[in-house]
C-alpha cells in the first residue's frame, strides 16, 4: 500500500510484517549498526499541525538511521501561521518531489483529505480524534515482546474514550491479532454509539475498572491521557472523581498486580501523573511505558521501510 491512513488499512499479514521487521530494526537501535543506507536518496516531511514529542522525533530518528533527508515543519513556524490552507501547504511541499509526508493535525479525517492532494505517501501520525495507526503498531509491539503471541490475550484499555485516537487505533490492531479488548471509562468519556460499536467490532465495555480487574483481570492495562485540551464545555467527572474511579493509583496497582502478577501497565504519553495514572504505576516494574517508546522507533523505522524502501533502494 502507498498510504497508511488508519489501522484499518493493515491486515493481518501486514501488520505481522512490520513487527518481524521491526524487530529486526534492533541491531540498529542499539547502536551495533550505525545507520542503514536503506531509504538513500527519500526525502521525509514530518509535518506536524499539533505538538508532538514522542512521535514526531521518533519518525525523524528513524527516517535519518536509515539514511533518509528528513526535514521537520510545525504550525507554528511555517505559512500556516499566515492563514495557508492545508491543502496549498501539503501541495507546495508535495512540488518539491518529497516521498513521504507525515502528518499530524488536530481535524479528524485530514491525513485522508492530504492523500488525496499529493502523490508523496501519506502516514497519519494522529489526526484529531480519529486514529493514530503507528502508535497502535508500536503498542502491539511493545506488548508482543513483553507477553508473546496476544491471541486470546486481554487488554484493558481505560480513560478518555471519546477524545482517543489511541484507542480507536488500537482496538483495531489488537483485534486483528487476537486480543481481546475491554474499554473502560465513565459514561461521559464513552463516544455515542459505543455499545453497538463495541458489538460490530467485537470489544467489550464497562463504566467500572475495579469490576474488570476483579472478574476478568487483564494482561495489560493501557491507560490513556485524559485529553483537557479537547475539552471546551468543561471537565467530567472532576479531577477527583477521575482519579478514584478511573486512575491507575497505587492500591489500583496492587489489586491487579495480587491477581495478575504478570500483567503490565501501559500508557501512550505524555502523562498526566497523578490524573489517569500514579507515579508509582508509571514506574512500577510492571510498567513498560518506556519501552513503547523504544519500540515506536523500531516500528516507525518499519513502517517507512514498508511503504518507501523500493527494489532499487532495499538494503
Ligand atoms: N503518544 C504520542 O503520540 O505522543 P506525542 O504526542 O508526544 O507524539
Not at 16 to 30: F, G, K
Not at 131 to 149: F, I, K, N, W
Not at 187 to 199: N, S
Request: glycine share 8%.
Amino acid at each position: 500500500t502507498k498510504h497508511l491512513l488508519s489501522s484499518a488499512d493493515l491486515t493481518r499479514t501486514d501488520v505481522e510484517a512490520i513487527l518481524a521487521t521491526a524487530a529486526s530494526m534492533h541491531d540498529v537501535q542499539r547502536r551495533e549498526v550505525k545507520k542503514l543506507p536503506t531509504l538513500r536518496g527519500r526525502t521525509i516531511i514530518n509535518f506536524f499541525f499539533e505538538d508532538s514529542t514522542r512521535t514526531r522525533s521518533s519518525f525523524e530518528i528513524a527516517g535519518k538511521w536509515m539514511s533518509a533527508d528528513t526535514i521537520n515543519l510545525s504550525a507554528k513556524g511555517s505559512s500556516t501561521s499566515k492563514g495557508e490552507s492545508l491543502r496549498d501547504s501539503v501541495q507546495t511541499i508535495n512540488a518539491m518531489a518529497v516521498d513521504a509526508l507525515v502528518i499530524r493535525h488536530n481535524q479528524s479525517g485530514a491525513c485522508q483529505q492530504v492523500a488525496g492532494w499529493v502523490d508523496a505517501s501519506v502516514i497519519n501520525a494522529g489526526d484529531g480524534t480519529h486514529e493514530h495507526p503507528t502508535q497502535a503498531l508500536l503498542d502491539a509491539y511493545t506488548l508482543r515482546s513483553r507477553v508473546g503471541q496476544l491471541d486470546g490475550r486481554h487488554v484493558a484499555i481505560v480513560g478518555d474514550l471519546t477524545h482517543s485516537r489511541v484507542f480507536r487505533s488500537n482496538v483495531i490492531t489488537l483485534a486483528s491479532l487476537g486480543a481481546r479488548v475491554t474499554v473502560v471509562a465513565p459514561p461521559t468519556l464513552m463516544p455515542a454509539g459505543m455499545r453497538d460499536w463495541a458489538d460490530r467490532d467485537g470489544f467489550a465495555t464497562s463504566w467500572d475498572l475495579d469490576e474488570v480487574l476483579d472478574d476478568d483481570t487483564p494482561d495489560a492495562v493501557m491507560m490513556l491521557r485524559v485529553q483537557r485540551e479537547r475539552m471546551s464545555g468543561g471537565y467530567f467527572p472532576t479531577a477527583r472523581e477521575y482519579t478514584v474511579g478511573y486512575g491507575l493509583t497505587r492500591p489500583r496497582l496492587a489489586r491487579l498486580l495480587d491477581r495478575k502478577p504478570e500483567a503490565v501497565v501501559m500508557h501512550p504519553g505524555p502523562m498526566n501523573r497523578g490524573l489517569e495514572i500514579s507515579a508509582d504505576a508509571a514506574e512500577s516494574g510492571a510498567s513498560i511505558i518506556l519501552d513503547q517508546v523504544s519500540g515506536g522507533l523500531a516500528v516507525r523505522m518499519a513502517v517507512l521501510y514498508h511503504l518507501l524502501a523500493g527494489e532499487e533502494t532495499a538494503a
